[in-house]
């Protein structure tokens, strides 16, 4: 088998439907397999998973067992040549599998490749390229300067060598993965991709960025950004530093006062009040279903309007649109001011997006 995508699933059953959506369709004609594993989710994930995509694999925890070991977990059970490491509110390209399968096969030595990712507005995710923290950088990025953070030394849409990839997307031949040690159990959450990456590098293997495909990550969902999460990240970078950095007990004494700073003022999500908006740009039919006041229907079927009003809600319909068309046009429209992008899975009667990387979500059923 040449593929196993591992998704590591907690409570995010409408994002889970909609991102098992996109990687069958993008492994289509892959010699490939989808495990989820589910970490004791009180909704009905596992239902849905059963229900909708018997051919996924499901691995029900009786526990959660965090990020790591979740996601080993699945790994010992996956089958294929190559691992994908996926967060379940995500949304890949039909092309996404097969670029990356053809680009790898091509390298020898080849660690961890990451591809580019975008929130749910269309906005570039920086850590999707990033430098090693050492405790130098990691101080810079909590006073405020993050250059030596992210790996802005190459270009958004280049392919180039990278030290740290983000575990919302991680693609790595399994023996590589296992020649490590997979993810360090030691981390709960966070902190295991920057310490994977890290182990890799330190292996001999040669880490990549390849920006020519993209996916969407809807920051907040899967993990989110509150002060519980703070404590948690910057627990866990203590955890990297005491493994893989020599002592300085001035130095780090700075780095952990900066680390206590940036959890002091970190904020707790809020509820935010989306304004009416006075359009609508949406798919054949969807009016009637959300029982909402819409203008005259504009059809985006399979093709997708050049413009669109600002203070408008777009919904793309996976219905009538492919993924990779939708997320091209998500980041060209990202530029314009106050549209709310959202997302109607095929064959489903739910929409859904998100706007802050520190709220959840919004599903809306019709």
């Not at 995508?5 to 993008?26: D, G, H, T």
């Not at 509110?89 to 490749?113: R, S, Y």
Request: hydrophobic share 40%.
């Amino acid at each position: 088998m040449k593929l196993s995508v591992i998704i590591l699933n907690y409570n995010v059953r409408y994002f889970l439907e909609l991102c098992l959506k996109s990687v069958e369709a993008a492994i289509q004609g892959v010699d490939a397999e989808i495990i989820v594993v589910d970490n004791n989710s009180p909704d009905d994930s596992c239902d849905m998973v059963k229900q909708l995509f018997p051919s996924v694999r499901l691995i029900e925890n009786k526990e959660n067992s965090g990020f790591s070991k979740g996601n080993n977990i699945g790994v010992a059970q996956a089958k294929g040549e190559y691992l994908c490491i996926l967060n379940p509110d995500t949304v890949v390209a039909e092309d996404t599998f097969t670029k990356l399968i053809a680009f790898a096969d091509t390298k020898d030595n080849l660690g961890i490749v990451g591809c580019q990712l975008i929130d749910g507005k269309g906005k570039f995710l920086p850590e999707s390229k990033r430098n090693i923290p050492s405790p130098k950088v990691a101080l810079k990025k909590l006073l405020g300067d993050d250059k030596s953070y992210y790996a802005n030394q190459l270009a958004i849409d280049s392919i180039g060598n990278v030290e740290i990839l983000v575990g919302a997307f991680m693609f790595v031949q399994k023996d590589v993965y296992e020649a490590v040690g997979g993810f360090d159990e030691d981390y709960f959450m966070y902190g295991e991709d920057i310490d994977l990456s890290y182990k890799v590098l330190k292996a001999g293997y040669s880490n990549m960025y390849f920006g020519e495909t993209t996916i969407i990550h809807f920051k907040g969902e899967s993990t989110l950004r509150d002060k519980k999460y703070a404590k948690r990240f910057y627990g866990a970078m203590q955890i990297f530093y005491k493994k893989h950095f020599k002592r300085n007990t001035i130095f780090n004494g700075l780095v952990w006062l900066g680390i206590k700073l940036a959890y002091g003022i970190r904020k707790d999500p809020i509820n935010v009040n989306i304004k009416p908006y006075r359009s609508y740009v949406y798919s054949s039919g969807i009016d009637e279903a959300l029982n909402v006041q819409l203008p005259e229907p504009t059809h985006l079927m399979t093709s997708i309007l050049d413009e669109v009003k600002n203070d408008s809600m777009l919904v793309y319909d996976f219905n009538y649109m492919n993924t990779k068309d939708t997320i091209a046009d998500l980041k060209q429209k990202s530029i314009q001011k106050n549209i709310v992008f959202r997302f109607l899975p095929k064959s489903s009667k739910f929409i859904i997006g998100s706007d802050s990387a520190i709220n959840r979500g919004e599903v809306l059923h019709f």
